[in-house]
C-alpha cells in the first residue's frame, strides 16, 4: 500500500468509524433496551456474562458464537476499565461489539478488493477505498451493525476466512470458518466456497492444458455457450473421478473436509441444522429466493447492473437464443408455480421492508410472481455477464453455493442475501469511478431513509404498549 493510499484508507475508515459512533448514540438514546431479535440474543449473552454457560433460550437458532465472543471481549473490558453493575453487559455495551466488527469489516473488505483485484493494474488506489467504503455502508448490513444480531460478526469471521483462503493459508481459514459457523450454521457453505476456491483453480489449470493439447482455442472465447458448458461438465467428470486428482485435491482441501465432517456430525447429533425453535425454520425447496436474490442485487448494484448497455446487449442475446430464453422461462415459471411458499413471518411482521414489499408487489394480484419472470431474467443474465472474469469453474461453484445457501430458506429475509452479494460484489470487475460514486450515493441514502423510518417513524401494534420500528 502506498503511502498516499494507507492515508487516504486511514482517514477514510477513521471517517466511517466517527460516523457510526455518531449514529450508534443516537440508536441507543431512542431505543435503550432490547429491540425484535434482541429480545433473545440480549438475555442469553447477560446469562453468559453471569456464568451461567448452560442456560440456553430454546427460541434461539444460532449457535453460541456471538455470546461467546461478547462476553470474552466485555468481561475483561470491564476489569480493565473498572465497570461494574448493569453496564456490563448491558444491551448498549453488547451491541458496541457489532460496531467493533463493522470496523473489522471495514479493514477485510479492502484487504479483499486488493487481494482478488491485484492483477488489475488501472485500478487506483481512491477506487479501492470508495469500493471499501461503499461495501462497508452496505444497507442491509451496515443497519444491523447497531443491534445486538449475528449479522456483523458473522461477515467478518466468513471475510476473514475467504481472505486467508486466497493467501493460501487454508487452516487458519478453515478455523475462521468454525468461528462463522459458530454465528450462523449456514456459513458452512462459505467454507465450501473456501475449498471450492482451491478446486476450481486447479481445475482451470487442468483445463487450459488441456485446450492446450487440443489446440482448441474456440472454447475459451465462446465461454458460455451451451454446447461448451457440456463440454467442460464432461472435462469436470472426468477430472474428478480421476483417483489421483482427488487425492491431489484432498491433500489441498483437508482442513475444510475436517471442518464439513464436524458439521454433518453436528446435525446427526443435533437432528437438524436449527438449534432451538425448529418450527418456524423448516428448511424446504423454495427455488424463487434465488429470483429474489438476483432481483435484490440489481436493485443493489443498478449502477453496474441496470445500464444502457448491460440492456441493449441482453436484447441481442434473447434475439440470438430464443429456443434457450424460451426454456429458461418455462423452468422458470414451473418454479415459482410449485415451489413458491409463503412464511407466516412474512405475512404478520409489519415492522420489517419484506412484509411490504410482499404486501405492495406480490399481493396485489396471484399473476404477479408469473409476470416478472422476464425481471428475473435478466436479472440473472446480467448478474452472470458481470462475473464472465472469473474461470467457468469458479462461476459454478460460486452457483452451487449460492443455491445452497438462498433456495432451503422458506422465509424471505435481506439479511440471508449480505454474504453472497458482498463475495458477489468483492469479485466482479471494478466499474468506472462515476458508477462507483453513484453506488455509494445510492446507498448513502437507502441508509439515510432507513435510519430515519427507524427513529423517527415509530408506531404501536393494538394490543401492545411498546414502540414498534420499521427495519430491515
Known sequence: MERSEARGFSAAMSGAFLLSCLLFAAINRHQRGPYMDEAFHVPQAQAYCHGRFLQWDPMITTLPGLYLVSVGAVKPAAWLFGWTGSVVCSAGMLRFINLLFSAGNFYLLYLLLFKIHQKNKAVSGFQRILSTLTLAMFPTLYFFTFLYYTDPGSVFFTLFAYLMCLYGNHKTSALLGFCGFMFRQTNIVWTVFCAGNVVAEKLNEAWKTELQKKKDEKISSRKGSFSDLIRILQFLTEYLITPKNLVILTALTWPYIILVTVFFVFVFINGGIVVGDRSSHEACLH?????????????????????????????????????????????????????????????????????????????????????????????????????????????????????????????????????????????????????????????????????YLFLNRTFQWPNSDEIQRFMW
Open 287 to 451: 427455488f424463487p429466493q434465488l429470483f429474489y436474490f438476483l432481483s435484490f442485487t440489481v436493485f443493489f448494484s443498478f449502477p453496474h447492473l441496470l445500464t444502457p448497455t448491460k440492456i441493449r446487449k441482453f436484447l441481442l442475446s434473447l434475439r440470438k437464443h430464443p429456443v434457450q430464453y424460451s426454456l429458461i422461462a418455462i423452468i422458470s415459471l414451473l418454479l415459482i408455480w410449485k415451489f413458491t411458499y409463503v412464511h407466516k413471518y412474512l405475512l404478520a411482521d409489519n415492522r420489517h421492508y419484506t412484509f411490504y414489499v410482499w404486501r405492495k408487489v406480490f399481493q396485489r394480484h396471484d399473476l404477479v410472481k408469473y409476470v416478472l419472470v422476464p425481471v428475473y431474467i435478466f436479472a440473472g443474465w446480467s448478474f452472470a455477464d458481470t462475473l464472465k472474469s472469473k474461470s467457468i469453474f469458479w462461476i459454478l461453484m460460486y452457483f452451487v453455493c449460492l443455491l445452497a445457501v438462498t433456495v432451503p430458506q422458506k422465509l424471505l429475509e435481506f439479511r440471508y442475501f449480505i454474504l453472497p452479494f458482498l463475495i458477489y460484489r468483492l469479485n466482479i470487475p471494478f466499474p468506472s469511478l462515476y458508477r462507483q460514486l453513484l453506488e455509494l450515493a445510492f446507498y448513502i441514502v437507502v441508509n439515510a431513509v432507513t435510519f
